[in-house]
T-cell receptor
Framework: DGGITQSPKYLFRKEGQNVTLSCEQNLNHDAMYWYRQDPGQGLRLIYYSQIVNDFQKGDIAEGYSVSREKKESFPLTVTSAQKNPTAFYLC?????????FGPGTRLTVL | QQQVKQSPQSLIVQKGGISIINCAYENTAFDYFPWYQQFPGKGPALLIAIRPDVSEKKEGRFTISFNKSAKQFSLHIMDSQPGDSATYFCAGGSGQNFVFGPGTRLSVLP
């Protein structure tokens, strides 16, 4: 069953904590992305990676970090420096043209 | 980053009616224009897409109309159903880079 998965589905974080969101894909796609979605708003690009061991900042990278040690994995860490992290986080990957999205992780800061 | 504009922000349509969502882009390097459908709490799913060498593409009840000279494209949903109630995003893509519109929340009344 090919696709892109994210875990956990829901995540709660206390202020001052770092948390890591998982994204895995078995589509053999080179490019992977992280987006943030706030209620009633569109998708804002956090980070993207076009190849293993390489990634670039998107429009709202401050307070986030990523790694790309394996082609199939692109975890996102939300650090304590992110002042307003409560949001819906979406991971995506792209083959030749189409971009496929994971089911998302809803992060809530308590 | 050049924008993709989308309108309306929200749309209410009676069952059986036609839903029309419009998008406009600025970046002439875009060569791929997908539409995504997103249900609450889920990741966006690719609905239909078009390339600029085609003026129209139809898949079932969903049609994309594309006007290259005006740099505009639109999604038409024929015979709209309550199950079509979702948020719709248009996007412009070039290679592995995508820019998304802000989304349109569609409600189809029974």
């Amino acid at each position: 069953d090919g696709g892109i998965t994210q875990s956990p589905k829901y995540l709660f974080r206390k202020e001052g904590q770092n948390v890591t969101l998982s994204c895995e894909q078995n589509l053999n796609h080179d490019a992977m992305y992280w987006y943030r979605q706030d209620p009633g708003q569109g998708l804002r690009l956090i980070y993207y990676s076009q190849i293993v061991n390489d990634f670039q900042k998107g429009d709202i990278a401050e307070g986030y970090s990523v790694s790309r040690e394996k082609k199939e994995s692109f975890p996102l860490t939300v650090t304590s420096a992110q002042k307003n992290p409560t949001a819906f986080y979406l991971c995506a990957c792209t083959g030749l043209t189409e971009q496929f999205f994971g089911p998302g992780t809803r992060l809530t800061v308590l | 980053q050049q924008q993709v504009k989308q309108s309306p922000q929200s749309l209410i349509v009676q069952k059986g009616g036609i839903s029309i969502i419009n998008c406009a882009y600025e970046n002439t390097a875009f060569d791929y224009f997908p539409w995504y459908q997103q249900f609450p709490g889920k990741g966006p799913a690719l609905l239909i897409a078009i390339r600029p060498d085609v003026s129209e593409k139809k898949e079932g009840r969903f049609t994309i109309s594309f006007n290259k000279s005006a740099k505009q494209f639109s999604l038409h949903i024929m015979d709209s159903q309550p199950g079509d109630s979702a948020t719709y995003f248009c996007a412009g893509g070039s290679g592995q880079n995508f820019v998304f519109g802000p989304g349109t929340r569609l409600s189809v009344l029974p």
